[in-house]
């Protein structure tokens, strides 16, 4: 009998060893994707959490526009009508005194930047009288109380004696 309950005890060893190894075989794919889940999860925290504080800063910083009376900020905050940058600009060019005459303007369809604003390109095709003209012109343009525009680049042919045509490519930026 006790040879009997020898081999009872060997034969269970043996079955537990098994299970186990059957156990780890089955299981250690779950244990390691369990573990690459949960470095995942906390990776994904800290970006959640960095991208809150970001969001955080970004609505601070929207709150403080809106609120103050900055007038460089609320020239891209107005509204864009093309009829008034339109008459805008021919007004500044077609002053008596200003020595500029346009011929063309062609006005782009506006598309939303990196930075969120909408970009309208604007060229102008003017008949200049002097390069101070077309400096002043410029210095208005740049000064401008209503409109932000800006001035990529600006070649055009220099002649003293003589009127020139130019291409003014203006850009505005607007929210």
Do not use: C, H, R
Request: without cysteine; negative net charge; glycine residues 2%.
């Amino acid at each position: 009998m006790e040879n009997l309950n020898a081999k009872n005890k060997l034969i269970a060893n043996i079955l537990i060893i098994i299970s186990l190894f059957v156990l780890v075989l089955f299981t250690k794919d779950a244990y390691f994707n369990l573990q690459n889940n949960k470095e995942q999860k906390e990776t994904l925290a800290i970006q959640l959490e960095d991208k809150q504080k970001e969001l955080k800063k970004f609505e601070e910083i929207k709150n403080q526009i809106e609120n103050s009376d900055n007038t460089e900020v609320n020239k891209y905050n107005k509204d864009f009508a093309e009829n008034e940058i339109i008459d805008y600009l021919y007004g500044l060019t077609e002053a008596d005194d200003s020595g500029i005459k346009v011929i063309s303007m062609n006005l782009d369809a506006g598309e939303i930047n990196k930075q969120g604003f909408i970009e309208w390109e604007i060229n102008m095709n003017l008949n200049v009288d002097s390069e101070e003209n077309l400096m002043t012109l410029i210095g208005k343009l740049n000064s401008s109380e209503d409109y932000k525009f800006f001035i990529e680049n600006l070649d055009y042919p220099f002649n003293e004696d003589e009127k020139f045509k130019v291409t003014l490519p203006l850009k505005v930026y607007y929210k």
